[in-house]
């Protein structure tokens, strides 16, 4: 349990970090939570992208649907896991929390793919994959 405590503020603080580093430029204003993403792995019905959501600690969240943007396609979530589509949330102490969401597309995921995340507060932009 401390090793994955560990891990989460290792993350918390590279979230951190890589806002500072690149300014809100793919974040709407006061989104509530920025974005990082983890990996992508291949599954039968598509892919699996894994996230680590990074907010205030102690603040609640909802997000209510998941696209993901190739181009001109526009392809929305089939499933997520950590957090449920329009349920509110609330982040733990250290501000992190891990998702992962399913996406209907199959194929390489290119590096210019994003996310939006459509939230009660607004969109949220980030990068699909690093």
């Not at 590279?14 to 939570?33: E, V």
């Not at 699996?48 to 696209?67: A, E, Y």
Request: charged share 25%; with cysteine.
């Amino acid at each position: 349990m401390k090793a994955f405590k560990s891990i989460r503020n290792i993350l918390a603080a590279a979230a951190l970090a890589a806002t500072a580093a690149f300014g809100a430029g793919a974040q709407t204003p006061d989104p509530g939570f920025n974005v990082i993403s983890d990996k992508v792995q291949p599954t039968d019905e598509g892919i699996r992208i894994t996230l680590c959501l990074v907010g205030i600690p102690s603040t609640s969240q909802r997000i209510d649907s998941i696209d993901l943007v190739n181009g001109k396609d526009v392809i929305p979530a089939n499933d997520i896991d950590g957090v449920d589509f329009k349920r509110y949330f609330q982040f733990e102490d250290t501000g992190v929390q891990v998702i992962e969401v399913d996406f209907p597309f199959k194929g390489e995921l290119p590096k210019s793919a994003g996310l939006i995340f459509h939230t009660e507060k607004g969109d949220v932009k980030a990068q699909a994959r690093q």
